[in-house]
């Protein structure tokens, strides 16, 4: 997993991630075998900006019914990135 864009899959625009904008943080999907400093690494050199800090957390999926079987959605695991003070990801 050295590839950067392996380990971020996606820079998530969600209600959650609006709330943690003003405070220079950003919610990214992410590769469910990453580490923070995998993340960190990650994250500074696709975007070209130093993150402070990495929180991360596993959304886990839900129990789902197709006519009588049951299956399960994917878990997701996902970080909240704080960046160093000024810095700032521009999102289109």
Do not use: C, W
């Not at 590839?3 to 959650?16: R, V, W």
């Not at 469910?32 to 990650?42: E, M, P, R, Y």
């Not at 006519?67 to 990801?89: F, H, N, P």
């Amino acid at each position: 997993m050295s590839n950067p864009h392996d380990i971020i899959k996606a820079l998530l625009h969600t209600e959650k991630a609006t709330v943690y904008a003003p405070a220079g943080k950003y919610l990214f999907l992410v590769d469910s075998g990453a580490n923070k400093i995998q993340i960190k690494g990650a994250v500074e050199h696709i975007y070209k900006v130093n993150v402070d800090k990495v929180n991360t957390f596993v959304s886990m999926g839900k129990l789902r019914r197709v006519r009588y079987q049951l299956g399960k959605t994917r878990d997701l695991k996902k970080a909240v990135v704080t960046l160093k003070q000024g810095q700032k990801i521009e999102t289109a």
